[in-house]
């Protein structure tokens, strides 16, 4: 008798064999150009679309172009070590990033060595760099606010766990500040945050990771760089190394923000490798698939289910514009695949205002259900309010005798913007933030003169603070304003105008006057 289940047994374990056989047998290729960092093997059999190979001396290079007479790879460093005819190893990995809570705290490059100069972070696990996306099953609503501290973006662009929030604006317009003060808010609040910086200036940079340290941001904080000088392929996987250490957080059940610092220059790297690589290139010299470079890094921060544990990767990709063109190939692509942006000016960054947030072309599309009950009550009129009055005063600069009504829309217009206005490092609380919009939109603000707006709502959280701690007791931020609450505010800002604006305090007329300045 045959018995055909041990004959099958018998072809599985021949089988299993050869595959190990194959794993240990790496299969081994020569270079036949080198130049640029790009490196032509021939002979390189088995090998995968994203595979990290090993070349002769210990460097890495990962494949990109599989061809039919070869194998096209970028060089991960030892560009200037390396030569013709150089042996070439397939190690039958994709990229991986060691991950784990060691590396909170750290800078690391995108392959997750040390670059703070202590020793080399301890970790049990790696993520494959690139990784499928949760999908629609796995995933939840966006419902719980992530805040950023920031009055115009809490109050009229709000940002939920889990959302796709794009920063977007001119150089030098404050994007990253506005990153960066999003994680330093996010002090206690069990958020994770990491930081990749990708083709940034070094200085820069190390001008970001010692603000994060001084705020006391790093311990819950990784930062992922690569710096201009760095090879263009440590640049281009950079955001995908953040991406795949959040999902090992996010997958644990924890919230995680990630900042990719900025994805123009991601896009620009990869198009250097593009163009070496000899790929056709398309719009702008960029190649067919750059849509898709960023759309599938930024599919991956989701909100996950509670049978998937809950956690939630919260993204803030930064894109750099030219002019303020938001219709360029990169900034419509991202502005696409995000949940909404914030647009950032620098015409209002240059006249003051700032953050420099754009409100007209700036929008959260998920956000506004996660907001704080009486935050979005309050600010439910706001942004058509600013908009209304954006245009009185365009209109109005012409006109000379204004009736008493049209003066003091444009007057409180005036203070609600100035109200807006933020130091960077001054983060609100969500209290904080309901004091000042129930102030700015009362009656009340019609007693502050115009200029000193801002120096009295820092000395009104400063008073409510030392004098008026009931107050801030009192305040429920996750239903509407009761008009008792609303009432025990406005008492406790009538309060302070009669102590600073009605006494004309030295002190206060002196801020006043340094923070026109
Ligand atoms: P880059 O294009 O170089 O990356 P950026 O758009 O990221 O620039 P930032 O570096 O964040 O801009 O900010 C530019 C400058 O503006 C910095 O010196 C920063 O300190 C200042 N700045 C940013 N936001 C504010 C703010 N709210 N109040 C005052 N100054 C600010
Ligand atoms: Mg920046």
Redesign the pocket.
Known sequence: MIDVNAIGKEIRKKLDHIQTERENNRSCGKIVYTGDGIIRINGLHDVKYNELLEVRGGYRALALNLEEDGVGAVLFSGEDKISYGDLVYSTGKTVQMPVGESLLGRVVNPLGEALDGTEQPVTQETRPVEFPAPSIMDRDKVDRPLQTGILAIDSMIPIGRGQRELII??????????A?DTILNQKGEDVICIYVSIG?KAS?LAKTIATLRNGGAMEYTCVICSTADDPVPLQYIAPYSGCALAEYFMYAGKDVLIVY??LSKHAVAYRTMSLLLKRPAGREAYPGDVFYLHSRLLERAAKLSKEKGGGSITALP?V?TLAGDISAYIPTNVISITDGQIY?ESEL?NSGV??AVNVGLSVSRVGGSAQREAIRKISGQLRVNLAQYRELAIFMQFGSDLDSETQKTLSRGAKMSDTLR???YLNYSVKEMIILLTVAQSELVDKIPEKKITAYNEGLLDYIRINRADVLEKIDADRKLSDEERGMILSAAEECINYTVGDERESVAAEAETGAK
């Open positions: 604006g001119d150089r030098q317009t404050g994007k990253t500040a506005i960066i940034q820069s610092d900025d930064i750099e950032l960054f700032r953050p933020q130091r960077q």
